[in-house]
Structures are given as C-alpha cells and as structure tokens.
C-alpha cells in the first residue's frame, strides 16, 4: 500500500469525522496545554532564583549580623581580607523599615530602604533603568535623592521628580523624617530582582548630624575570585564574626533549591492529573470513532489489509490528533502560564520574569503526540480485532476469554507506557513518577467500582406514574431517617456531618416525592434520563470521575483555606489582647505615659522596658563553640533551632518591674519547669527563657544555666540567671523572647537609655483617630498598628487560594471536555432514537430537557460524591495536621453541588443543541 494512502485515508476520515475528531483534539489540547503551562511556571520560578543566585545573595558572600551590627572596627578585618587577597571587595549596606510621609500616622505606607555607598554597591549586576535609561547609582544617588525600584512606583503611584519624605526609626528607637526627591527608577532585576519595593539612599543622606552613637551595618556583601577564595574567607569570616550569618552562594543555591523543586513537582504533578484526564476522554472518542466505522473496517479486512496495515492507518490517524492537539495546547499554554505566574508572582510578592522555554513548548507537541498514542492504543486494538463476518452477520465480539485477556494486557500497557511518560516529564524521578501514577490508578480503580454501583442504583431508581402506598411508605421511611440523623442521632453520637447526611437524604426523599406530581411528559424524561444513564455506564463513570476529581480538588482548596482563616482570626481575636504597640525613648516615655489617661478608645494597656541584646556566652562557654557552624545542624529543621533559631531566642529581652508587682501574665504564657519571676527577683538578672531553648536542638538549656549577654553598642556584659521556662499560649504575649526584670534591661541599654514598650488595646471603631494622637503627641515613637493582620491575613489566604484553585481548575477544564465528549458520543448513538421520539411527538425542547437532566444527575452527583469526601478529608486534616476541628459549610458544599451540576448541564445543552434538532427523514436516510 502506497503510503499516501496511510496520510489520505487518516485525514479524510478525521475530516468526516466533524465534532468528533474536535472533542478528541480539545481532550488532548487540554491535556497538553495544563502539564507545559505548569511546567513553564515551575521553569520560571527556577529561573528567578536560581539564574544568578550571586545577585540575590549581593554577592559571593553576604555577612549579616541583625543582633550585633557591623561597626567601623569591624570593618578593618574586611580590608585585612581585602590587602591578603581572600577577597576582592566588599561594600556595607544598611537595611532598614521606613514610612512614608510626615502626617498623620494611620495614613502612612511602609517599605523597605537600603542605605548603600553608590561608588562600590553593587558587586553583582547592575539592575537596569526604567527612567532615566542611562541611570545609574553613582550619578543619581546625591544631594538627598533617591532611587525606587519599579514594584515601589507600581505600589504607591510615584514618579521620578516627585518628593519622599522617608521616615526611619535609629537604633535608640528615635525616628526621624530625610527629605529626599525621586531621582531614578530601577528594575526588579540584578541584585533587585527579589527586593520588592524598596528605596535606596547614599550613606551621606542618610546620616543623622545629631546621632549620638556610631553608624552600624547590618550587612556586609563580599565578592572573591573563585570558589575556592569564597570558602576560606567564609570560614574566616564565620570564625571572626560568630554571631554573625554567613552566607556564601552554594548556601543561597542550597537553601531554596528545595522549596523550589518541590513547587516545581507540584505543578508538574498537577499538569500531569489534567493530562491523565484528557487521556480518558481520547479513550473514549476513538473508540465511538472506530466503533461507528464497523462496515468499513470489514471491509477493509475482507478486500485484503492485514491487522498491521489497520494499526499503521489507526495509529496515523491517533497521531495526528495528538498532534493538531498538542499543537494548540501548547500555543495555549502560553496565555495560561501568563495568567498563573501573574497569579503566583503577586500571592507571594516575588519579581517572576516570563521567560518561555521553547523547548518545553515543543516537547509539549511531543507529549501530545505519545499520550494520544497511548491512550489511543486500546481502541486501536480492539478495532482492528474485529471480525468481518459479525459485522455481515451483524453480531457482536462478544466476550471471549481471549478478548478479556487482551483488555487486561493492553490496559497494563497503557499504564506502563503513560508512567514512563510522566517519568520523563517529572525530570526522571522514577519513585515519583510510579508512585504517582499508579497511586492515581489504584485510587480512580476503586472510585470507578464504586461509582459503577452508584450510577446502577441510580439508572434503577423508580419513578412512579402515581403516588402509591408502597412508595409513600418509602418516602416516609426516608424522611424519618433523615430527621433521625439531623436531630435525634448527634446527641448520642459526636460525629460532625451526621446533620449534612440527613439534610441529603431528606433533600433526596422529597425530590423523590416531588416527581410523583410532576406532568406526564416530565415524568417521562426523567425515567429516560434516569435509564439512559445506566445504558453506557463505563463512560458515564469516566465522566462522574473527571467532574469528581475537578470538585474535590478545588473543594478541598476552598474549604481548607476557609478553615484555615477561621481559625487564623479566631486565633487573633482571642491571643491577641492588644492592637497596638509603640516604643519610645527618653522623654518621650512619660510623654505618651501621660497621654494614655485621656486617649480615646483605650481600654487596657501594659508599659515594660525592652532591649537588643548579644548572647556571649553559656555557662562559660564561649556561644560560638556551642553553636553549629555549618552543615545540616546549623539550619532549622525538625527538633533542631539551628544556628539562627537558636540566636534568635537569646537577643532581645522584655523588663518587667517586679518590685511593683509586675510580672509575665500566665494569661499568655505557660510556665512548663521552675517558676515565674515575682517580688524576690527585683534588683537581680534573673530571666525566663523560651521552652525552644530547653527541648531543642543545639542548646537544651536547663533550669539554673548561667547566660551572658552582651548591648548591641558593645559597652556591657550582664550575666543572667535562668529561673524558669515558658510556653507562649497566645499570639503575640511578647515582642522579645527573653523575659527579665527591668534592672537587666537598663544594664543591656546601650548608653544606659531605658526605651519603653507600651502594649494597647484600643476600640477598633477610634483606633485610627488614637494612633494620630499619639503620632502628635510622640511624633518620633515608633508606633506599629496591628488592627488590620486579620485585612492581611485573610488577602494572603485569599490569594494563595485563588492561584491554587486555578491550578486546580485545569484538571476541572478537562473534566468539563470529557462531559461535553460522553453528550456528543450519546447524541451520535442515539440518533435514530431521536428521530423516533420526534416522529411520535416529542419535541426538541423536550428531549434537550431529558438530555440536561441525565447530565445534571450525573454532575451533581458525582459533586456530592466529591463533598463527601471533602468532609471526610477535612476533617482528618484538621485532626492531624493542625490540631483542630474543620468543617464544611453549607453554602460552600450547596455551591459546589449545585454549580457543579449547572456545569455538566450547561456543557450538555452547548454540545447537544444541535443534535437533538435533527429530522426524523434526516435519520431514514442516514439509516
């Protein structure tokens, strides 16, 4: 056979073949387009953080030191390391919280600034410029100007010539107000790329003339020659500065690598659930395609071709679907990677540069070409194992053992083929890719069986021309049971949806009631919907499966997230006993101390002293000998605080004055071992210490421990006591995890002045109008409101639920092909049915309604399957990831049900109206 017969046959048949050849495009476009759309998210991801990782860690090695900052002396050593040749360069930076504006407070907006010496920052590449073009730091960054970064402008709406009142908070807690004027706005790129808004400002401007103490850095970023520089300096750096963090590139590369290929399986996994689905609906097309075409393939046997030549044409003609769909899958993936990294950069703040990959976008033709391929392999088969004489004879295949035996195999070898595929796309994790895959096989197996039964008991339903006793009874007996559930049952038995079963079966049972007094004619499609939807029920089980697995996913998504922020805020609601902190200094401590008494709104408060502090030493022990250097012990992990951690819980302590009988509120803090702090402690150092120092990793610290603190100015060192061992029990109970008497505080001060925190809780509804008293009264306090955490916790959760549900949604998409394939494949059988019903009366109208209601059966329940199991999961969640009780809502539940059957009905009436206007004489002759 010559082979332009292989390509003339193919694309006439798919040409003949209309609406079907289309559904079976769009079941592999769907597929196709979700897997490289995902894939090319998960390459964008990977690419912002890994594609020049010495940017975004400001270059070979980034020294930070928060609880000690860097001072002039210490930057001696960076040019001793800088004249031996360990490294090259260095530059100090200074990171800081600012505001904007001189106002009122609650009007003003938060960012970040940089404070930077133009002539040598930065070491990595220079971000470019959006105006002027030809920026740079050097030129731009003096005589009080400024420059933005692009995310800045986008948020606040400014422009290059505009004026920035920046207001910045010292290390003594005083706050002050630099005039500065936009000179230059800078891309999110180079050693911006991940710096969100961001202000940056020359040393000279930012200095204070009337800072008492010296300029300190939290920063220092150091580039070396090669690797080999960057690790000697790193451990010289590590062994002069241990308080300090040391960061090379290798640990930037390590510390996110992780997270970033598990979000990259994730979307990759994702993709591969809406392929997998896509997969099914081609089962499904090709084989009413080959199917309707019996005669021709008798024919084609009879006059000659072999089983070969049928699986050359077949196979062609499944190759091509697989290519017209991949191509336009993956031109569509294009439009859908946009969407989901717009969705994903603004959830969780990051600069995402669309890049595309083309060499993902062509192998996602690829994927196409091999998933039709392989899904297309089981009709393939069985058409070309038809025997010419049943055809004649018009008899069926029956069902042979051998042809069981050949379903049984060819199965098994689709599953092993398409795991080898999702092998391949998983970048050739075969433990992921198996686990996967066929964990995903066994769990839709034991779905389709169930789900089998569930559509037989369905299409089995009766529904009676007139109310009988029998089926009274019936409905009574259901009514009861429900009300039984919803009432009587959960006062004996705590178990939480006992009262959304019985509304179901309550729903169920007055439905069943309500069909007795519909009309005749409604009566009758609703027994033919009911039937209909047991006559194929392999595919109406593929379709409930893809509407469930659309329904359960995104309804575990909503309802999670809903839970999550219920307890999020009731959390914040019952923890949090203030809303607004200040912290002063000086005079103006006793100035907002007298304020307080005539503050609007002010219903409670609490005042302690608070300072930095340097942990030294433990128990003599110098602290850089006890904590780890490096390696996998010196990051937080599970029963490890890590070097960080660690460091965290001892810089910072809250005073409290004992001597008047203050002390750490048990209403927030549990003490586990010795005892609280109480009037016998006043004039001494004694301390309690976070139960993360005792029970974890690396310290385990112990009731009676000797630590030595030193001020972050360096001028002292107070040796304190530990006396007891908390656990926090609500939200926020302190700012500062060491918890002391005020006569530590004042010792750890540096300079020796005390700065205050005062702890209030002001009515919401005159919370605005009393933070803008206290900025008068206090100008330069640094005052934190933090009424609106619940506003930010909720649009954090918001948001992250939006991008994960419009990943989910693509497996939902794909569902919603399949249902509007099984309606095209229905109509195509049912043809002659149709032509009937229409010769004995039946309008279009009338068999479109029995059409939605077979498919509104069919999608709402296989929504209230997914429900259910939704309530089951949560639940389980709860218990055992967060302790606590979830539930699903009502509305939530009805929405999902209810929408998800309005979908398939929709989808139905799109597919099918058409169809059900054919004539009965357009069905003669086709006959």
């Known amino acids: ?54 940017d975004a860690n400001g270059g070979d090695i980034a020294v930070t030191s928060n609880n000690q900052p860097f001072t002039k002396d210490d930057l001696s050593y960076f040019d001793k390391l800088k004249k031996d040749k360990v490294i090259t360069n260095y530059t100090p930076v200074i990171n800081a919280q600012a505001s904007s504006g001189s106002g009122s407070v609650s009007l003003r907006q938060s960012f970040n600034v940089r404070v930077i010496d133009p002539a040598i920052y930065p070491l990595g590449t220079i971000p470019g410029f959006t105006e002027p073009k030809d920026g740079n730091f050097r030129d731009l960054l003096k005589n009080g100007q400024v420059i933005v970064t692009k995310a800045f402008v986008d948020q606040y709406h400014k422009k290059v010539g505009d004026s920035l009142d920046i207001r910045v908070t010292s290390q003594d807690r005083q706050s002050r107000v630099i005039k500065t004027k936009i000179a230059g706005i800078a891309e999110n790129s180079g050693v911006l790329a991940q710096s969100g808004s961001l202000a940056l400002i020359s040393f000279t401007d930012f200095k204070d003339p009337n800072a008492k103490n010296v300029q300190t850095y939290d920063t220092v970023d150091v580039s070396t020659v090669d690797k080999a520089h960057m690790n000697d300096a790193a451990k010289r750096l590590r062994d002069n500065f241990p308080i300090a963090n040391v960061r090379t590139v290798d640990d930037a590369v390590k510390s996110q690598q992780a997270t970033i290929d598990n979000i990259r399986k994730f979307l990759e996994i994702a993709g591969l659930l809406a392929l997998l689905i896509g997969g099914v609906g081609i089962v499904n097309t090709m084989q009413v395609l080959l199917s309707r075409r019996k005669t021709e393939i008798a024919m084609l046997k009879t006059t000659g071709y072999r089983r070969f030549d049928l699986y050359l044409l077949f196979g062609l003609e499944a190759a091509m679907l697989g290519f017209v769909g991949g191509v336009i899958g993956a031109a569509a993936s294009v439009g859908v990677s946009y969407l989901v990294r717009n969705l994903v950069q603004s959830t969780f703040q990051l600069n995402i540069p669309f890049v595309l990959d083309y060499t993902t976008i062509i192998g996602g033709v690829v994927i196409g070409l091999a998933t039709s391929l392989i899904f297309g392999l089981l009709p393939i088969v069985q058409a070309a194992n038809i025997r010419p004489l049943n055809v004649i004879r018009e008899q069926s295949e029956g069902s042979r053992a051998g042809s069981l035996l050949l379903m049984i195999f060819l199965v098994a070898l689709l599953s092993v083929l398409f795991c080898g595929l999702s092998i391949v796309i998983l970048n050739n994790d075969v433990r992921l890719g198996v686990a996967s895959v066929y964990g995903t096989f066994a769990f839709l197996l034991l779905l389709s069986l169930f789900f089998s039964l569930v559509i037989w008991t369905i299409s089995k339903l009766p529904v009676p021309e007139r109310l009988t006793l029998g089926f009274l009874a019936v409905i009574v007996l259901g009514v009861a049971f429900s009300l039984f559930l919803y009432w009587i049952l959960p006062t004996y038995l705590d178990f939480p949806y006992l009262q959304f079963f019985g509304l179901i079966f309550l729903i169920l049972s007055l439905l069943g009631l309500l069909v007795v007094i519909l009309p005749r004619t409604w009566k009758s499609n609703i027994k033919m919907a009911l ?218 001060s540096p300079g020796g002045i005390e700065q205050s925190i005062f702890y209030m809780k002001i009515d919401t509804n005159k919370l605005n109008s009393a933070v803008d008293a206290m900025g008068k009264t206090v100008p330069d306090a640094f005052v934190l409101n933090l009424a609106s955490i619940s506003d930010f916790v909720d649009q954090l959760l918001n948001d992250i639920l939006l991008t994960l549900t419009t990943i989910a949604s693509l497996s939902l998409l794909a569902g919603v092909i399949i249902i509007a394939n099984a309606v095209a494949l229905a109509m195509l059988e049912r043809r002659r049915e149709l032509g009937i019903l229409k010769s004995v009366g039946y309008t279009s109208r009338s068999i479109l309604g029995e059409v939605l209601i077979e498919n509104g059966v069919v999608g709402g329940t296989g929504a209230l399957l997914a429900v259910l199991l939704v309530t089951g999961a949560i639940s389980i969640l709860g218990a055992a990831a967060f302790g606590a009780h979830f539930t699903v809502s009502m509305p939530i539940a009805l929405a999902l049900v209810l929408g998800s059957a309005v979908l398939a009905m929709i989808t139905a009436a799109f597919v099918a109206w058409g169809a059900v206007r054919v004539r009965p004489l357009e069905v003669l002759r086709y006959e």
């Open 531 to 748: 039937r209909n939807i047991g006559r194929q029920r392999a595919r109406t089980t593929t379709t409930m499966l893809a509407l469930f697995v659309g329904i359960f996913t995104i309804g575990l998504i909503v309802v999670l997230g809903q839970n999550l922020r219920d307890q999020v805020n009731d959390a914040i609601a019952k923890s949090l006993n203030y809303n607004v902190v200040s912290i002063t200094s000086g005079n103006d401590t006793q100035k907002l101390q007298d304020k307080l008494p005539t503050l609007k709104g002010l219903s409670s408060y609490q005042r302690r002293t608070l300072t930095s502090t340097v942990p030294v030493a433990i128990n003599d022990k110098p602290i850089q000998d006890l904590l780890p250097k490096s390696g996998p012990g010196s990051k937080p992990g599970p029963g490890s605080l890590g070097r960080e951690g660690s460091l965290y819980f001892l810089s910072g302590m809250e005073g409290y004055d004992v001597g008047n009988n203050q002390f750490p509120s048990t209403k927030d803090l549990r003490i586990v071992q010795g005892r609280n702090l109480n009037l016998s402690d006043e004039g001494t150092n004694n301390i309690l210490i976070s139960n993360e120092l005792v029970s974890l990793d690396p310290l385990h610290l112990k009731i009676g421990d000797k630590i030595t603190l030193g001020s972050t100015d360096r001028t002292s060192v107070v040796t304190v006591n530990v006396v007891g061992v908390y656990e926090q029990t609500s939200l926020g109970g302190t700012l500062y995890p060491l918890l002391g008497t005020r006569t530590s505080v004042k010792a750890l």
């Open 1 to 54: 056979m010559k082979a332009s017969m292989y390509f003339n046959y193919t694309s006439r048949s798919l040409v003949r073949g209309g609406q079907r050849t289309v559904l079976a495009i769009f079941c592999v476009a769907v597929g196709v387009m979700a897997i490289v759309a995902l894939q090319l998210v998960g390459l964008m991801i990977n690419n912002a953080f890994n594609s020049n990782v010495r």
